[in-house]
């Protein structure tokens, strides 16, 4: 099970940050990554990790303002979102798979998400 929190409301150039708490254990092989569903539109890819050496996938439109850290000892996925913009409003889900897949279809188990919303 993935448990998302961290959510709210935040203005333009704010920042957030959201958790994904795993109670089940992670192993070296899984990737867990970040999707955001935009208000009436598709889901889309934020970024991974790679929970064996904490590499990180972040796709354009965060680079250089999200970033994506795990913690081990307490099984959890972290997502440092920062100059949030109002086009990142969105519910935002974690989800466990094997490879760093941009792909939603790539993951097998998902998080109930959380609601960010950035004001103008």
């Known amino acids: 099970q993935l448990v998302e929190s961290g959510g709210g409301l935040v203005e333009a150039g704010g920042s957030l940050r959201l958790s994904c708490a795993a109670s089940?254990?992670?192993?070296?092989?899984?990737?867990v990554a970040w999707f955001r569903r935009p208000p009436g539109k598709e889901r889309e890819y934020v970024g991974a990790?790679?929970?064996?050496?904490?590499?990180?996938y972040l796709s354009d439109s965060v680079k250089g303002r999200f970033d994506i850290s795990r913690d081990k000892a307490g099984n959890t996925v972290s997502l440092e979102m920062n100059n949030l913009k109002p086009e990142d409003t969105a519910v935002y889900s974690c989800?466990?798979?094997?490879?760093?897949?941009?792909?939603?279809?790539?993951?097998?188990?998902w998080g109930q998400g959380t609601q960010v919303t950035v004001s103008s």
């Open positions: 990790i790679r929970w064996s050496n904490s590499r990180t």
């Open positions: 989800a466990v798979g094997t490879s760093p897949s941009a792909s939603s279809a790539e993951y097998f188990r």
């Open positions: 089940g254990r992670l192993f070296s092989s899984h990737v």
